[in-house]
């Protein structure tokens, strides 16, 4: 299925933030991101950290922490006004011992000399109700 | 303080949100908001919400559901990239007990007509280290 024109690229942008989420792989997740002071991320249950340096930071203590994270994406929606998008989409973990939780996502991306990078990741634990 | 030229309007649209919010004031609420079917709204523990009907509802739901909330924000940053901006914040829940908790936010706001419009927000639960 085919987005509206423009759309494929945000959606492999997206898709290459999660690849390098769940291989841990943190070359992988530096390519992904602006790395800029102006970039933010917010994991669950954590403060937001803002600039390169302290989001990396972060990210290399999540791959430092134990098994690597699965994935099922679901929802995955995408928005674009000019050269800003912004993706909406749920993280559903998958462990050794089954399923997991899910995490609502907000991403956010701009296109800088024609590559989408991440500027900004927001996720959130979806409580059961 | 004043920032880049253009960010005033755009922490103008952001403060029209939280006193609407504060004031449990639907109408207002709705003025903040781009009435579309793309925006989406993730409060606190709850699964993302697409579209305004459903974001509204969201929003009638909370406000129905007892004491107004109130907040100091602080780390208010803004960032504008054509006519998309987004601020991250952090909402310091005051309730008549005292100090509650913190939850960190991401909005999304759209310039259309000349007006900044929320498109997103997104609001996470700080957990206590």
Redesign the interface.
């Known amino acids: 299925m085919e987005g509206p024109a423009g759309d494929d690229e945000i959606i492999m942008a997206n898709d290459s933030f999660y690849e390098a989420f769940e291989a841990a792989d943190m070359a992988a997740m530096a390519e992904v991101w602006e790395q800029s002071e102006?970039v933010?991320c917010?994991h669950?249950?954590?403060?937001?950290r803002?600039g390169w340096k302290a989001v990396a930071a972060s990210w290399e203590s999540i791959f430092s922490g134990g098994d690597p994270l699965q994935f099922i994406l679901t929802?995955t929606?995408v928005?674009r006004?000019?050269?800003?998008a912004?993706v909406?989409g749920?993280e559903n973990l998958v462990s050794a011992e089954g399923p997991g939780g899910?995490v609502?996502a907000?991403n956010?991306f701009?296109r800088r000399a024609g590559s989408w990078l991440m500027?900004?990741h927001?996720?959130?634990?979806?409580?059961r109700r």
């Open positions: 102006a933010a917010t669950p249950g954590w403060p937001t803002h929802d929606r928005r006004h000019g050269d800003t912004w909406t749920d899910t609502a907000l956010i701009e500027v900004a927001h996720g959130s634990p979806v409580m």
